[in-house]
Nanobody
């Protein structure tokens, strides 16, 4: 069984920075794709950033130039560095991982971490 645990959310002032982490744990798995989504109150979940296997990262237009997705294969961890945060970035952020195990392919979601941008 593979599980994801997110961390790094919190309250930050406009213009500030946060780094979210999403660590995968389990046995006999390999991460193939990774991404971050967010859901603001009253809105649908939206893609923030993704790193498809073997491809360059993609970003939502609203976060281009401010957010960066990265991964550490040795630690099975995916990060989202968020800079120049704005109040409209306030949302619950979810990591999403595509993995391959001995039993087949899995799509996993983190539990969500709240990011609040406010003065």
């Amino acid at each position: 069984q593979v599980q994801l645990v997110e961390s790094g959310g919190g309250l930050v002032q406009p213009g500030g920075s946060l780094r979210l982490s999403c660590a995968a744990s389990g046995s006999s798995f390999s991460i193939k794709t990774m991404g971050w989504y967010r859901q603001a109150p009253g809105k649908e979940r939206e893609l923030v950033a993704a790193m498809p296997s073997g491809s360059s990262p993609i970003y939502a237009n609203s976060v281009k130039g401010r957010f960066a997705i990265s991964g550490d294969n040795a630690k099975n961890t995916v990060y989202l560095q968020m800079n120049s945060l704005k109040p409209e970035d306030t949302a619950v952020y979810y990591c999403n991982v595509g993995a391959v195990t001995v039993g087949g392919s899995l799509e996993l979601w983190g539990q969500g971490t709240l990011v609040t941008v406010s003065s």
